[in-house]
């Protein structure tokens, strides 16, 4: 998995059939921008765990989304 | 998903048969490029958003197509 | 497969169902910092070996998992 | 997808068995040089364009083959 | 596929159960180290041909292997 931190959210009107509802979060990963599906509610500024690829797509079981990095949970501050 | 600008499109008249027909744009990846089937009809200079590799692939439900790059939306101005 | 050496442990109080029990390690990767679950108790400075995507979460078989990084071997110091 | 230009041919007498007959052609990519199956006939200096991972791999029907690039067309000169 | 050139190899005493018997070989690409299981019985130095991802791990018939590099071949001297 990668960490980085949410930076923005963004949003798509003309998308394919499949996107699933929800947020589509901006996040910055060691200077680099990935867009990532967010089922948790996270904030911007949090610091959040992706995991990406087929493992990422697998978390959507009820129909095939075209979803390739996931936010698996939010890194606890220490 | 990565995110990228839509700055051509790429023709192909020699490939394999599983090609599918459609439009295959050249999108700029913070300075890197790379290929992606557009099923939306997206313009050039279009903001879009992009899911890779087996992810890619399982949108061709009919037939299994050789594409490892897919626009699944554009992404809203603010 | 990558090498790395574990620099730390990350906790996520806030995460999706499917994540498993089990310690998550930072593990720097030539200057890059990937997140890896960690089946074998390693420590901090410990060497380990990673193998990445859908071939390190079919190490899960029970239940699906949201790993795409898994520590499958410590390096001997030689 | 990626695009490169193709710049040479890598022969392999040692291999494994399941290896495709064919030709494997190395491409360069923005600077960074990647070995691609080629079932098109590419030659020397040609802009092609290439499909990674499994996708690529499922190219093949009749047997599995260790395929993780593959030419999917050549580039139009435009 | 990549080609790098075989630098050393890896022991791992402690590992996890489904790491298959055989030589993990340490391969320089272009800068960068990975390892890659060798079934070809490679030495230092050789140029060496490698597939990565769900690819190599489809390698392994018998059993579920934790493998994400595979040299699939050496490459001829010309």
Redesign the interface.
Do not use: Y
């Given at each position: 998995?990668?960490?980085g931190k949410v930076t923005g959210r963004?949003?798509?009107?003309?998308?394919?059939e499949?996107?699933p509802n929800g947020a589509?979060l901006?996040v910055d990963i060691?200077g680099?921008?990935?867009?990532?599906f967010d089922?948790?509610g996270c904030a911007e500024g949090e610091e959040v765990?992706i995991?990406?690829?087929?493992?990422?797509?697998?978390?959507f079981t009820k129909h095939?989304a075209?979803?390739?990095?996931?936010i698996?949970?939010?890194?606890?501050e220490?």
């Open positions: 998995m990668i960490r963004v949003w798509s009107s003309k998308h394919i499949t996107l589509m901006e060691e680099s921008k990935i867009v990532a089922p948790l765990l995991t990406q690829g087929s493992v990422a797509a697998a978390f095939k075209p979803i390739d990095a996931l698996i949970g939010s890194i606890d220490t």
